[in-house]
């Protein structure tokens, strides 16, 4: 379950949506509200959030944004990285070493804002386990079939 605070945060909406999951298998993570491209001020919200998405009984993401290189990851308190931040962050070093890490550390590792063949391909370089992008939601007929062929052609490619 991602947050929308890249649309913009709805605090009601939030917890509603908390306890509409809260119970049901299937959800792998829930972000921990953010704010694009500061961690510092993610940092903040996650330690105000997190023990609320637990009590929910539902396992928490860290959103990865610009700046956490300069801050101590509380790699205890979260069951899932989501990649979040600016492009340059995104496909940067630090983040690279970021999933190595949490793939290390049995982490579960998700990269948001992901609508090309070329982005899809970069996450599964570096380890992600999953993607998203407004682009299945907007233009899912089109978009769908086009990023599951990216993935069957990376699985095939893998097992020749």
Known sequence: MDNDCFTGFNEKAFVN???KIQGKEGCLFVSAPDVVG???LTLERFHHW???IKSYGLPVALVAQ???DKHEVPWTMFEALFIGGTTEFKLGEYVKELVREAKERGKFVHMGRVNSKKRIE????IGCDSVDGSGYSM???????????VLNQQYWEEFS
């Open 17 to 19: 949506y908390l306890g």
């Open 38 to 40: 500061d961690a510092e």
């Open 50 to 52: 997190q023990p609320i």
């Open 66 to 68: 610009d700046g956490l």
């Open 122 to 125: 970069y996450a599964i370089s």
């Open 139 to 149: 233009f899912p007929d089109t978009n769908i079939p086009k990023a599951l062929a």
